[in-house]
């Protein structure tokens, strides 16, 4: 199994200000045949399902702000909030999908400092 | 718009068979390319996919898993379900059932999510 490794466990952050936290995977998921990262992030809110943010590592779903950016490849990314807002208090989580079973990472928590 | 809606009990006993079902409003599965799944995730903790099925029936478990898991789809209501058998307290989580893309790999709508409890 790919092992997905999230940090900081938590951190916190004023709003108006940039959030970085990071993903490392135990092995790439980058297919070198599509040039594609199959690494995906979710956004999960207290009491609420997780939201698929990101797909490929750094393409924004359908309808998700443009703070949200995704960036990294092979076996390490990040997920950058530009300019936290209070509605981004949230776990964030990293998943693979290059191969099966499909894999999170342990979560990021963000708060509000 | 799609709506994905988790049923079944909330308290399963050790040893005994959790059965959830998951009912698709606003969407077929039948006849569409994306895949139908479950993903858990005990209280507190990260999450775990348990395994997805296609309309068709062809289903893709998570091998730690496997064994215990049999999923099963029903067109004719709409919906998809997740038995797991020989349940223990390490499957007390919250059960989601989502959506996967048409390469049955990126969940990308989910259930609200159910809490079962294995307890005697």
């Known amino acids: 199994d790919i092992v997905m490794t999230q940090s900081p466990d938590s951190l916190a952050v004023s709003l108006g200000e940039r959030a970085t936290f990071n993903c490392k995977s135990s092995q790439t998921v980058l297919y070198t045949s599509n040039n594609k990262n199959y690494l995906a992030w979710y956004q999960q809110k207290p009491g609420q399902p997780p939201k698929l943010l990101i797909y490929w590592a750094s393409t924004r779903e359908s309808g998700v702000p443009d703070r949200f950016s995704g960036s990294g490849s092979g076996t390490d990314f990040t997920l950058t909030i530009s300019s936290l807002q209070a509605e981004d208090v949230a776990v964030y989580y990293c998943?693979?999908?290059?191969?099966?079973?499909?894999?999170f990472g342990g979560g990021t928590k963000v708060e509000i400092k | 718009h799609l709506q994905l809606q988790e049923s079944g009990p909330g308290l399963v006993k050790p040893s005994e068979t959790l059965s959830l079902t998951c009912a698709v409003s606003?969407?077929?599965?039948?006849?569409?390319?994306?895949?139908w799944g479950w993903i858990r995730q005990p209280p507190g903790k990260g999450l775990e996919w348990i395994g997805n099925?296609?309309?068709?029936?062809?289903?893709y478990y998570n091998p730690s898993l496997k064994s215990r898991v049999t999923m099963s789809v029903d067109t004719s209501k709409n919906q998809f379900s997740l038995k797991l058998s020989s349940v223990t307290a390490a499957d007390t989580a919250v059960y989601f059932c989502?959506?996967?893309?048409?390469?049955?790999?990126?969940?990308?709508?989910w259930g609200q999510g159910t809490l079962v409890t294995v307890s005697s």
């Open positions: 998943q693979q999908y290059y191969s099966s079973p499909l894999t």
């Open positions: 099925i296609y309309y068709s029936g062809s289903t």
């Open positions: 989502a959506r996967l893309d048409s390469t049955g790999r990126i969940p990308d709508y």
């Open positions: 606003g969407g077929s599965i039948s006849g569409s390319n994306y895949y």
